[in-house]
């Protein structure tokens, strides 16, 4: 069974930034895709980037030129470094990893944005 576990989240001011890490149980590398997603409350879940094996990336309009999404593979972690956050940006976050019979969710890390 894969296991993705966040970590990160927390409480920040417009402007602040944080980082998310997801630690996957094996090889990221035997994923074809990873990514993070958002869903704030009352709306669906969206996507918000994505990585594939061979390193392209891929961001929402919303978060391009603010966020950056980048891998640590000795730690079989993805990461997502957020800058400039704004309020908008306030969801609970998850971790998605593809393999070809399945995709795998992590159990969310919430991020606030708030003065």
């Known amino acids: 069974q894969v296991q993705l576990v966040e970590s990160g989240g927390g409480l920040v001011q417009p402007g602040g930034s944080l980082r998310l890490s997801c630690a996957a149980s094996?090889?990221?590398?035997?994923?074809?895709?990873m990514g993070w997603y958002r869903q704030a409350p009352g709306k669906q879940r969206e996507l918000v980037a994505t990585?594939?094996?061979?390193?392209?990336?891929n961001y929402a309009d919303s978060v391009k030129g603010r966020f950056t999404i980048s891998r640590d593979i000795a730690k079989n972690t993805v990461l997502l470094q957020m800058n400039n956050l704004k309020p908008e940006d306030t969801a609970n976050y998850y971790c998605?990893?593809?393999?070809?019979?399945?995709?795998?969710w992590g159990q969310g890390s919430q991020v606030t944005v708030s003065s």
């Open positions: 998605k990893a593809d393999d070809p019979w399945n995709n795998y």
């Open positions: 990585i594939t094996t061979g390193g392209s990336t």
């Open positions: 094996r090889s990221i590398f035997s994923f074809s895709v």
